[in-house]
C-alpha cells in the first residue's frame, strides 16, 4: 500500500513536503505521481516521475519538485511558494507507463496503487 503524508495548513508563500511511502511492495519498477482533488471535481496530476527519474512534462514547474529514494521506498513531492489554488486533497499514486509518452496516464490504463491522500490547505 501507499502511505501518503505531510499535509497541512500553510499561508500564502509557505512550503510544504509531502511523502508517499510504499510498505508490502518495491516502488521501484513504478512511476509515482501525485494528483490534487478539489471537492468532487476530477483528480488532477501534479507531478509525476519514473523509475529511472525522468519528469512527466506535464507536472507543475518552478514551485515543485519531486524525487524518489528508492533506498527508502519513499517519494517527496516538496511544494514552494504555495498558493490558495493549490488547496486539495493530495494523493500518491503508483502505476507502470511511459511518462514521456504518456505522462500521468498507465499504459494498461490502470493505476496500481492509491494512497489515502493528505490534505493540503494554503490560507491567504
Known amino acids: 500500500q501507499l502511505q501518503a503524508s505531510g499535509g497541512g495548513l500553510v499561508q500564502t508563500g509557505g512550503s510544504l513536503r509531502l511523502s508517499c511511502a510504499a510498505s508490502?511492495?518495491?516502488?521501484?519498477?513504478?512511476?509515482i505521481g501525485w494528483f490534487r482533488q478539489v471537492a468532487e471535481d476530477e483528480r488532477e496530476g501534479v507531478s509525476c516521475?519514473?523509475?529511472?527519474?525522468?519528469i512527466c512534462p506535464d507536472s507543475v514547474k518552478g514551485r515543485f519538485t519531486i524525487s524518489r529514494d528508492n533506498a527508502k521506498n519513499t517519494v517527496y513531492l516538496q511544494m514552494n511558494s504555495l498558493k490558495p489554488d493549490d488547496t486539495g486533497v493530495y494523493y500518491c499514486?503508483?502505476?507502470?507507463?511511459?511518462?514521456?509518452?504518456?505522462?500521468?496516464?498507465?499504459?494498461?490504463?490502470?493505476?496500481?496503487?492509491w494512497g489515502q491522500g493528505t490534505l493540503v490547505t494554503v490560507s491567504s
Open positions: 499514486a503508483a502505476w507502470v507507463g511511459d511518462v514521456s509518452e504518456y505522462g500521468f496516464v498507465p499504459t494498461s490504463g490502470e493505476y496500481a496503487y
Open positions: 516521475i519514473s523509475s529511472s527519474g525522468t
Open positions: 508490502g511492495f518495491n516502488l521501484d519498477p513504478y512511476v
